[in-house]
């Protein structure tokens, strides 16, 4: 059983940034892949970025290409979020999750966090 734990999210202005850190549990976080989704109110959750077991090949959601960075610390059982320049569409419950299957931007992770709340004002 993995746990995750989202937090580093709050209240920014536009153009501000921002860092969530996923914790988890569990000593086989390195063989997890991680991502990081979220949820907009009235909305359907998103995906927002990808990151393998190994820390390669990031993969990114066209409407946060080039803001965000996932990244991950496998000794830490951590992984991250660096979020710039941010917007107000940005604003949303943001959900880590893990699998030890490649789900890449599928909402079939099977493993997720209870989310953190991200405003940004205009």
């Known amino acids: 059983q993995v746990q995750l734990v989202e937090s580093g999210g709050g209240l920014v202005q536009a153009g501000g940034s921002l860092s969530l850190s996923c914790a988890t549990s569990g000593r086989t976080f390195g063989r997890y892949d991680m991502g990081w989704f979220r949820q907009a109110p009235g909305k359907e959750r998103t995906f927002v970025a990808a990151?393998?077991?190994?820390?390669?090949?990031?993969y990114y959601a066209d409407s946060v290409k080039g803001r965000f960075t996932i990244s991950r610390d496998n000794a830490a059982n951590t992984v991250y979020l660096q979020m710039n320049s941010l917007k107000p569409e940005d604003t949303a419950v943001y959900y880590c999750?893990?699998?030890?299957?490649?789900?890449?931007?599928?909402?079939?992770?099977?493993?997720w966090g209870q989310g953190t709340q991200v405003t940004v004002s205009s």
């Open positions: 999750a893990a699998d030890p299957v490649k789900r890449w931007d599928t909402p079939l992770y099977n493993y």
């Open positions: 990151i393998s077991w190994s820390g390669g090949n990031p």
